[in-house]
């Protein structure tokens, strides 16, 4: 494909409302021009929720590509829709329990009794029960508080809303400003509390892209790559592109968030790879807690390890 002419029009839908730093990778590469230098006209998008999310997007042929949760990956490979992950985003859970000081919740199990704000699907659930369980406290004593996709602020908590809240993250929604001062605000990672671990995002396509158009994933993923190698470095690059696609959210929030995140790009200093023993273990305890039918799903879940690791020689 040329470089300058006659580029292929891709499309990236993101797995949120709006971008925000967990992608900087693609958007630092656009902007380097490494997908136009790969013969790709690449456009970042966001789902219309009314219609779905990303992989609802992917599947219905309106993306290329999609950025998505693992286990909603997962649990639509176990339905048997042709969609598969091709990289891996994160290497680490991004989610949180969050409360205050004043709630005298100190750990997993002070939960049992009280008021837990969260989008109660059954996977969330899932990892509620398991957190407090795990830490001897009864998880059926847990009142959840349906908040569907809003994420509570400290300030609802400090109003009575909920003791805590479940799912906003450690690199996004903790560092935003807040009334409420920092050190009376309590932010847990998952990873901090016993939960599986797991890739938070992968990036997906579907099964006819990789059959009819290989060279086009390859030199999409040798473009992504290239931008999250250069973003895990220096996270700071990605800030221009920040303040062009989402000049709403402050430098600050957007620069922390960037140096955040940044860490969890790479394993072992690489980007993209799925971790065979993290996708089986993760994908294990969504069967056992029936999140899935099927343990092994996540073998044909994931892109053919020689497939993603041959990309440098076809590109």
């Given amino acids: 494909m040329s470089q300058s002419h006659n580029l292929c029009s891709t499309c990236l839908m993101l797995e949120y409302f709006h971008p925000w ?31 779905g999310d990303s992989l609802e997007h992917l599947l219905q042929a309106r993306a290329d590509f999609a950025v998505a949760p693992v286990n909603r990956l997962l649990v639509r490979r176990d339905g048997g829709e042709p969609l598969r992950a091709i990289a891996a985003i994160n290497h680490s859970a991004l989610e949180t329990i969050q409360t205050l000081r004043s709630k005298n919740i100190n750990r997993p199990r002070d939960l049992a009794g009280r008021k837990l704000a969260m989008n109660p699907t059954p996977r969330g659930l899932a990892m509620i029960r398991h957190l407090v369980a795990s ?10 508080v349906n908040s569907q996709f809003r994420e509570f ?16 993250y450690w690199a996004w929604e903790a560092l935003m400003d807040s009334a409420i001062p920092q050190e009376e605000r309590l932010v ?33 993923l040798d473009a992504s790559e290239k931008g999250f190698l250069a973003a ?48 089986e273990e993760y994908t294990h305890w969504l069967a056992k807690n029936a999140i899935v039918s099927d343990r092994n799903i996540w073998r044909s879940a994931i892109i053919e390890q020689d497939f993603r690791y041959s990309m440098h020689e076809h590109s």
């Fill in 232 to 279: 895990a470095h220096n996270p700071l690059a990605a800030l221009p592109a920040y303040e062009l696609a989402t000049p709403y959210f402050p430098t600050e929030l957007l620069s922390q968030s960037l140096k955040a995140i940044a860490p969890t790009w790479l394993h072992n200093g690489k980007w993209g790879e799925l971790r065979t023993d993290v996708m």
């Fill in 21 to 51: 730093p967990n992608s900087a990778g693609f958007y630092l590469a656009r902007q380097q021009k490494w997908y136009e230098q790969n013969g790709l006209d690449l456009h970042i998008t966001v789902p219309d929720p009314w219609h």
């Fill in 135 to 144: 830490d001897g406290g009864d998880p059926d004593a847990v009142k959840i």
């Fill in 153 to 168: 602020r400290p300030e609802d908590l400090q109003h009575d809303l909920a003791d805590a809240s479940f799912g906003g």
């Fill in 188 to 220: 847990w990672p998952l990873g901090q509390l016993g939960a599986p671990a797991y890739h938070s995002y992968v990036l997906c396509t579907r099964d006819d892209i990789i059959e009819t158009t290989p060279d086009k994933v390859r030199l999409f």
